[in-house]
């Protein structure tokens, strides 16, 4: 049974920093991926990291800002979230698939997501 359990989310200060990490068990996933979603809005994409040569891709909005990375022998993926925005406040979420994903509807695996409130 695959099991996705997201940690380290809380209440940072704008400019801080903060780190998620996602614990992944029940399988080997090659796309890993955070998505956010705030109040009152549609879950969107924040990163993805790929298993082998761990490529990275992200939400315009977070580039420069945010890092994802991964731990293979732990099959756990990060996301360092620094200079953060009130903006940045919203429940995020870990997506893990074992194929090539490169939209939401592909990801098969989510955790139940961790809040991340940014205080101006």
């Known amino acids: 049974q695959v099991q996705l359990v997201e940690s380290g989310g809380g209440m940072v200060q704008a400019g801080g920093s903060l780190r998620l990490s996602c614990a992944a068990s029940g399988g080997t996933f090659y796309a890993m991926a955070w998505f956010r979603q705030a109040p009152g809005k549609e879950r969107e994409f924040v990163g993805s990291i790929t298993r082998t040569y761990f490529r990275t891709y992200y939400a315009d909005s977070v580039k420069g800002r945010f890092t994802i990375s991964r731990d293979n022998a732990k099959n756990t993926v990060y996301l360092q979230m620094n200079r953060a925005k009130p903006e940045d406040t919203a429940v995020y979420f870990c997506?893990?698939?074992?194929?090539?994903?490169?939209?939401?509807?592909?990801?098969?695996?989510w955790g139940q997501g961790t809040r991340v409130t940014v205080s101006s």
């Open positions: 997506a893990a698939s074992p194929r090539v994903a490169s939209s939401e509807i592909e990801y098969d695996y």
